[in-house]
């Protein structure tokens, strides 16, 4: 960890103790059970500018526009992915971004966050409880009801720990107290919404880089710090999943650093466009991955996702829905973690015998 990763590191840990306590979903509004409230703007906090936090967004998105249809919702994002990434979400207004690199930026970044007292909305709702910045920008936004998504830990089930269905469990909290009763809806999945066109056009890309006409697996080797596995690592394990699905082609999708952990031995994408991306591991059989961005994306693009999991938490981040899975690379070996991939194959009835 180099020095400026653990100053940023001391400086997260010392805003969240500073701000743990700004803010009460619970305690500063009364709600009368049954009584009824008008939901007609609402505005989503995650200042945060990573592709896999904010699209672990849009069930949240898709929750709101199921219980709220006519809603106008507004997002206090970072950076400029998120108009990219919610094009497709007819409910979102207005995007309030925050510059990526904000001391660089200091009078547009002032100027950002005086914009959230521009209107007044009838529910404010913070995505991560523990972000300092999202608990500030929640209480400095001007609305009747704020939920900074504060709940005692033995309130929540497993299920809702992960980090794209807690902001529901608080939501759906919220909305049992004005008597919507949302507990035996099932919870939505991430979604990036490819349209015709994107999903046609990804075909066109994968068929001019993988030609066979065999079903593919797409695959992508990258991750962050320790969360990316070595190249020793991949190349054991790419060997391995050449050999037992044989009957498959691979392709790689590889980062905006344009590297390989398997040396480029596979047919690779590389594309700074996000949904050409997503279009392409839509039309793959099976996406498998690190934690990261890109694994995140394969699952909002509909796409069986295997998550590759060691040092992250992957209770709070694992992909879910469309047979997707996770492998703990901590436990089992190589066999076990195969009989996985396969498994997940069979359930879809994808998988094809080897001649």
């Known amino acids: 960890m180099n020095n400026q990763h653990k100053i940023n590191r001391f400086r997260r840990i010392v805003m969240r103790r500073l701000t743990q306590w700004i803010g009460s979903s619970e ?3 009364k709600i009368t059970p049954g009584s009824s409230i008008n939901i007609k703007r609402i505005l989503i906090i995650r200042p945060n500018n990573r592709l896999g936090n904010l699209l672990l967004v849009t069930p949240l998105l898709r929750e709101l526009e199921a219980v709220f249809p006519d809603c106008k919702t507004d997002l206090f994002v970072r950076g400029n992915l998120a108009p990219i990434l919610f094009e497709k979400y007819p409910s979102v207004k207005r995007i309030i971004k925050l510059p990526g690199k904000p001391f660089k930026h200091l009078i547009n970044y002032a100027a950002t966050w005086l914009s959230l007292r521009r ?3 009838d529910l404010v709702i913070n995505v991560m409880p523990c972000s300092s910045s999202g608990r500030l920008s929640t209480k400095f936004s001007s609305a009747k009801y704020k939920l900074f998504g504060d709940a005692e830990q033995e309130e929540i089930n497993n299920e809702f720990k ?3 269905k807690y902001p529901l469990y608080t ?10 009763d949302r507990t035996q809806q099932p919870i939505p999945l991430l979604d990036i919404r490819l349209d015709a066109g994107e999903a046609a056009h990804g075909r066109k890309v994968l068929e001019s880089i993988v030609p066979q006409g065999k079903p593919v697996i797409s695959f992508f080797t990258y991750a962050t710090g320790g969360k990316c596995y070595s190249e020793d690592w991949w190349d054991t394990f790419y060997n391995r999943l050449i050999q037992e699905f044989s009957n498959y082609d691979f392709i790689e999708i590889l980062p905006a650093e344009n590297v390989s952990q398997v040396h480029f031995r596979a047919p690779s994408l590389y594309s700074r466009d996000i949904r050409e991306i997503a279009g392409v591991i839509a039309s793959t059989s099976l996406f498998i991955g690190a934690d990261s961005g890109i694994m995140h994306l394969a699952s909002a693009s509909g796409t069986p996702t295997i998550g590759l999991f060691s040092v992250t938490d992957s209770n709070a981040f694992r992909p879910y829905g469309n047979n997707s899975t996770i492998i703990n690379t901590n436990c089992g070996d190589i066999d076990s973690w195969i009989a996985i991939i396969r498994n997940t194959l069979e359930k879809q009835n994808l998988l094809k015998p080897n001649f």
């Open 27 to 29: 305690k500063t509004q």
């Open 119 to 121: 209107y007044r909305y």
């Open 162 to 164: 992960h980090n794209a």
């Open 171 to 180: 939501l759906r909290k919220f909305l049992s107290a004005i008597g919507i």
